[in-house]
């Protein structure tokens, strides 16, 4: 998804007619490096740097006012309580409506960080192993064959009492043949003589080859994914990315949600998520490639 950075700058001529028609322009800005930097009570950067040059050259006097997020600058500006904005901005349908803005002088995209710190296989194993998702497999797992060993030892019961006790514990000798059947290892100490019975196996035997092979393919999906999830090259690594980091009202954001991922952690300037992102505490940060560049580098 690629981010215009504007500056939602006047055009000449505007400039000099509001010059005459005000006495000062107010100027939304959020600090955004290396666009715009807040060092103390000064700010710096590309974008002031070239507004400076903009308001010296036509005589325009001006104040900076601070937000601490895009939404609280777009809904200044929407409300006219400051003039125009200087920050790089995302620009979409709905904003294009509300604002006039100017052909972007730099083109941005979305980039991605993550964490270098390298987990032991052996911790990212153990972590997976024990993770609720791989409980709810393996419970998923032993419904299915307890449900195939209570319908064989129903049918079988009152035929076959020695194999498939009558009473409740029957049920164990039901599960006990299923789990057999499926892993193919054939002990051959419970088998069915009803027909209806054999016909069950039958249906279990060939059900349990497609459920062993899901199973198996699921098992090391489960048990891997995590240690492959932090190589990021393209969308679908994303969406199999379980904890990912953004930051509120920006770009990148709106595209998380646009592809329908839910990011796990959501932070309100870019600097903290890093920090999060640096002590562990998030895998991926989306989040604007440039200002990413600039403040890792």
Partial sequence: MRRLLVLLLLSWFPILGLAQDMDTLKVGVVHEP????????????????LWNSIAAEKKVSYELVEFNDHLGLIRALDFEDIDISINPL?????RLTLLDVTQPFYV???????SQAQQSQVRVFLQNFFSLQFLRLILLLVLTIFVFGT???LVERRHNRRQFRPNLIGLFDGFWWSAVTMTTVGYGDKAPKTKL??????VWMFTAILVISGFTATVASTL????????IEDLQDLRNTQDIASVHGSSSEAFL???EIKPQAMFEDVENALLALA???????????????????
């Fill in 34 to 49: 290396p666009f715009v930097i807040k060092d103390g009570t000064e700010f710096s950067g590309l974008s002031v740097d």
């Fill in 257 to 259: 949600k646009q592809n």
């Fill in 279 to 297: 002590a562990r505490k998030t895998e991926v940060l989306v989040y604007d490639k440039t200002v990413l560049d600039y403040l890792i580098g």
């Fill in 108 to 114: 941005s995209f979305l980039g991605v960080a993550t």
């Fill in 90 to 94: 995302h620009v979409n349908e709905t």
């Fill in 224 to 231: 891997t994914v995590s240690s492959l999830s932090r190589n």
């Fill in 197 to 202: 019975g054999r016909g069950i196996a039958m």
């Fill in 151 to 153: 319908i064989l030892w």
